[in-house]
């Protein structure tokens, strides 16, 4: 199986590299349009700036790329929210796979921080990427924005108001957690990502 990771200007994605290489698959990093539509699945990770993440994918032309590609895409962190309409960080309009909004966590107590940093607990699930998770599975996040609940909600977590923990659509799927440092949790995600049929 041939594994892509898009290459592009946000940080963790070695990290990722090492949590696929533990599962026994070697991918490639790239930002070549042949390299990624030839891929059987492509993962879109990262860590940064919305605004700045979305400057370096347009002149590129990878913003087009990723909203073109047909086999099983996994956002995660930014990239789940890079994969939506629009993000609040930098007034930043992105990629549009999903119809949703980000917008920043706005602390109503004083034990609110943000960002959010630690394990949290995800609910409602459904869908393939979440097979076989048991019943509270609990997941690593890093974020100061979010996904609001949307009709692509197919996990939920809440930190001072519900929020999508992950989305699915068609062939793109994408956690704002991370599963590669989520333990033994995050490794059967990226398991079920490995195995969905197209």
Known sequence: MKVAIIKYNAGNIYSVVNALRRLGVAPILTDRAEELAAADRVLFPGQGNAREAMAYLRSHGLDRVIAGLRQPVLGICVGQQL??????????????????????????????KVPLMGWNE??????????????????YF???????????????????????????????YACQFHPEKSGETGERILRNFL????
Request: glycine content about 8%; aromatic content about 10%.
């Open 83 to 112: 994969l939506c309409r629009h993000s609040e960080e930098g007034d930043t309009d992105c990629i549009g796979v999903f119809d949703a909004e980000v917008k920043r966590f706005r602390p109503e107590r004083h034990e609110d």
């Open 195 to 198: 195995d969905i049929d197209k």
């Open 142 to 172: 890093v974020h100061s924005y979010y996904v609001p609940l949307c009709q692509d909600t197919v996990a939920t977590a809440h930190y001072i108001q519900p929020y999508s923990a992950c989305l699915h659509k068609g062939n793109f």
């Open 122 to 139: 995800i609910t409602d699930l459904s869908g393939p990427l979440l097979n076989g998770l048991g019943p509270h599975p609990y997941t």
